[in-house]
């Protein structure tokens, strides 16, 4: 007889995103690009039918990739894979699980298939990860099953300066929480609208109960080892990579930037030569922000 | 008695913290000059792939390999494992591992994420009861030479052992919140 063995347990779930931490998860769009990564040293690839600048150039509606776009990718690779599903579209979440995908996104990149709820993770075996613009955000996520929080930044943009606004709002309240009195929870709990177990477990523990990445804008060495100083454990480089003129050197760079972010030497060494980034925008000049989706 | 913990990639920070709260003197290594100061390691779980590389661009894959050949005491869990064992089945073919524990791995040898699981685990030796295994995409352990001490088994598969002084876990005790299996280690290395 096998020996007994429990699945989907939230240690399961959420050990998973820690053993990505200090790594780069990166945005791919085929199988040729999923081999990119993992050369170059990706911990995980996100498959995506369209990198968020593309989403944000050609409109219309995003929505989950097709089934043999993904297992292309599973194919190609032996690191994680990870899907995108809409905001609170469940059963989109299902067939990601179905395919085996290793971790969910349910992403605002993609257009949004419910305006107030978002899916119930713990019902589900696959962890999820969820983007988070500030406390509340994350801790509304976490409270619906959510095992890992990115920071959302702006995707498709290739800009840092909202991915630095997020991250300072969400561990700024964190610090704030922690060196509050008990009393205040509660109110903090009213004003976040989260749940009061959540924030009385963060002002304990001085941080969230699940692993906080960064993502949204990540285009150069330096941009990861930004955020990684101010306190991510992780970062999601979307567009950064592959809309660069040198994706597979850019993507070691980035890999190794995350590693060694404290060491302004290391970062300086392989930020040398990387060719073109990719273009950018400035966050005043676009017609749709991808970070307020999300409620 | 100083017990590093290798922090290019991966749960590094529970295995630090684990040995801390043991009251061990804790460095992490991502450098080879920090590596010269330990005197006993932990190989932590992680994406083995990326591990792989970063040891090779971190410079530090020949100082560990002479070090472990030379017996630095050392617990590898999972990706730890990996990189440790002489063989690799399912791995990327330019993934090398530094051969210094004589046993076979798969990797992910138990499946995707999906079916990732926790299972009680009977170690041998270890007083107050089962330990609790936490298995992610974890590596299975097809075969192990003479010199390696099987503690424990699932399904009839070594799970945690020692080749002397360098021991192995395919699960996770640094995310399982039992400090029992740091506890042995350092009780036998320091």
């Known amino acids: 007889m096998a020996d007994e063995r429990t699945t989907g347990t939230a240690r399961v779930k959420r050990g998973l995103a820690e053993m990505l931490r200090g790594g780069v998860i990166m945005d791919v769009v085929d199988a040729q690009q999923a081999k990119i990564a993992e050369d170059a040293g990706a911990v995980a690839v996100m498959a995506l039918e369209r990198?968020?600048?593309?989403?944000?150039?050609?409109?219309?509606?995003?929505?989950?990739?097709?089934?043999?776009?993904?297992?292309?990718?599973?194919?190609?690779?032996?690191?994680?894979?990870?899907?995108?599903?809409?905001?609170?579209?469940?059963?989109?979440?299902?067939?990601?699980?179905?395919?085996?995908?290793?971790?969910?996104?349910?992403?605002?990149?993609?257009?949004?298939?419910?305006?107030?709820?978002?899916?119930?993770?713990?019902?589900?075996?696959?962890?999820?990860?969820?983007?988070?613009?500030?406390?509340?955000?994350?801790?509304?996520?976490?409270?619906?099953?959510?095992?890992?929080?990115?920071?959302?930044?702006?995707?498709?943009?290739g800009n840092i300066v909202e991915a630095v606004r997020h991250l300072r709002s969400i561990l700024g309240d964190i610090e704030r929480l922690k060196v509050g009195r008990s009393e205040e929870r509660y109110a903090w709990a009213k004003e976040l609208r989260a749940p009061v177990e959540l924030v009385e477990e963060v002002a304990a523990r001085?941080?969230?109960?699940?692993?906080?990445?960064?993502?949204?804008?990540?285009?150069?060495?330096?941009?990861?080892?930004?955020v990684m100083q101010l306190g991510a454990q992780s970062v999601f480089v979307g567009s950064g990579i592959f809309k660069s003129s040198d994706p597979s050197k850019r993507a070691r760079a980035i890999v190794e930037a995350t590693t060694h972010y404290e060491d302004a030497d290391i970062v300086a060494k392989v930020s040398r030569g990387l060719g073109e980034a990719m273009r950018g925008e400035e966050i005043g000049t676009l017609d749709v922000k991808l970070a307020e989706r999300g409620w | 008695m100083k017990v590093g913990v290798l922090a290019l990639?991966?749960?590094?920070?529970?295995?630090?913290?684990?040995?801390?709260?043991?009251?061990?003197?804790?460095?992490?290594?991502?450098?080879?000059?920090?590596?010269?100061?330990?005197?006993?390691?932990?190989?932590?779980?992680?994406?083995?792939?990326?591990?792989?590389?970063?040891?090779?661009?971190?410079?530090?894959?020949?100082?560990?390999?002479?070090?472990?050949?030379?017996?630095?005491?050392?617990?590898?869990?999972?990706?730890?494992?990996?990189l440790c064992a002489t063989e690799v089945i399912d791995g990327r073919t330019d993934q090398s591992p530094l051969g210094v524990l004589d046993l076979t791995v798969r990797r992910n040898g138990y499946g995707r994420q999906r079916e990732s699981f926790e299972a009680s685990l009977a170690v041998r030796g270890l007083a107050d009861g089962d330990f609790p295994g936490i298995f992610i995409r974890a590596p299975v352990v097809e075969r192990v030479g003479p010199d390696v001490e099987v503690l424990a088994e699932f399904d009839g598969v070594p799970v945690l052992g020692r080749a002397h002084d360098l021991w192995f876990a395919s699960f996770h005790p640094e995310l399982s919140g039992d400090l029992r299996l740091h506890q042995l280690f350092v009780n036998e290395v320091c």
């Open chain 2, 9 to 82: 990639q991966g749960a590094f920070r529970e295995h630090a913290e684990a040995l801390a709260a043991l009251g061990a003197d804790v460095a992490l290594v991502k450098r080879p000059e920090e590596l010269d100061s330990v005197d006993a390691i932990v190989l932590p779980g992680g994406e083995s792939t990326t591990i792989d590389k970063l040891l090779d661009s971190s410079e530090l894959r020949a100082p560990l390999t002479r070090r472990l050949r030379d017996g630095l005491p050392a617990f590898a869990t999972c990706a730890g494992l990996i």
């Open chain 1, 206 to 226: 001085g941080e969230l109960p699940v692993p906080l990445f960064c993502a949204g804008g990540i285009a150069t060495p330096a941009d990861a080892a930004l």
């Open chain 1, 51 to 157: 990198v968020p600048s593309d989403i944000r150039r050609d409109g219309g509606v995003a929505r989950m990739s097709d089934p043999s776009m993904i297992e292309g990718i599973q194919k190609a690779v032996t690191v994680p894979v990870m899907a995108k599903c809409r905001i609170g579209h469940f059963a989109e979440a299902q067939v990601l699980q179905a395919l085996g995908v290793d971790y969910v996104d349910e992403s605002e990149v993609l257009t949004p298939a419910d305006e107030a709820h978002h899916v119930d993770k713990w019902r589900f075996t696959v962890p999820f990860v969820c983007g988070a613009t500030n406390l509340g955000e994350a801790l509304r996520r976490i409270g619906e099953g959510a095992c890992l929080i990115r920071s959302k930044g702006e995707a498709g943009t």
